[in-house]
């Protein structure tokens, strides 16, 4: 890179220092690549922004957070979205995570009282806890939810996969929480 002008090279006692050269008509393009993750976040959080149902929250998770090639998506809907549009807009949003990165993608989809009311033990949950990157919603409020359905229900439901995506095979438990 050196050779071709894009970094700047000189000595320093006995090493070498690299910097880029700004001015290079490359600069802006390897700042680019180098950017494709916080590119890949702002365009998710743009889409989602101008949703007609809007989404309570949203992270990128698994190996997508880490920087691999599957890109999974969750999506908590408000308890009184309208089933098609919600789903119209997923679709086109799954669409294009794909076509801008190349990459597959995955959503794995809740109801905010399915978060709150049932699927706080779902391990993939624990894993959005912990390593998810927020596009869109609180992750504090997110929190609240997983939290609300511990001392609720002691998280009972279970995730299973599609073939486009995940969806929620929902598990009541035997009695909810008391009335008194």
Known sequence: MSKRGTVLSSRVGNAYVYQFNREHLAFPHVMGLADLSGEFLRRHQARLS???VPTVYAAVFGSAARGTMTIDIL???PDDAVGEV????VAELMAEVTRWTGNDARDLQFTESEIAGRAADAPVLRDVMTEAL?????RAGFTRLLRRANRQWGGHGRVTRRSAGWAVR???????????
């Open 50 to 52: 101008g949703w007609a």
């Open 75 to 77: 999506l908590v809907r």
């Open 86 to 89: 919600w789903d119209e807009q």
């Open 134 to 138: 927020t596009v869109a919603g609180s």
């Open 170 to 180: 929902e598990s009541c438990p035997s009695s909810g929480p008391s009335a008194s």
